[in-house]
């Protein structure tokens, strides 16, 4: 299924759009329930997930901000 939100980070606007799994997948995030993730911080696409990364978080406030998101997915 997927699953939309949008939340604030540091002060910086995100907007999420995942493809979500019921039970943990092979291809997801860290072998989690997200398999498809893109990720805009204030307009700008900054992390890209398809199976695998083709946008992978440039620094840590961009990790905080994924860890975030998977946090809202438990295994």
Avoid: H
């Amino acid at each position: 299924m997927w699953q939309e939100e949008i939340f604030t980070s540091r002060n910086r606007k995100v907007v999420y759009l995942a493809k979500v799994s019921t039970e943990p997948f092979e291809d997801g995030i860290d072998n989690g329930r997200i398999f498809k993730l893109g990720v805009d911080v204030d307009g700008e696409e900054v992390i890209s997930y398809d199976r695998g990364w083709e946008m992978y978080p440039e620094d840590e406030s961009l990790e905080e901000i994924l860890d975030q998101i998977l946090d809202r997915f438990p295994a």
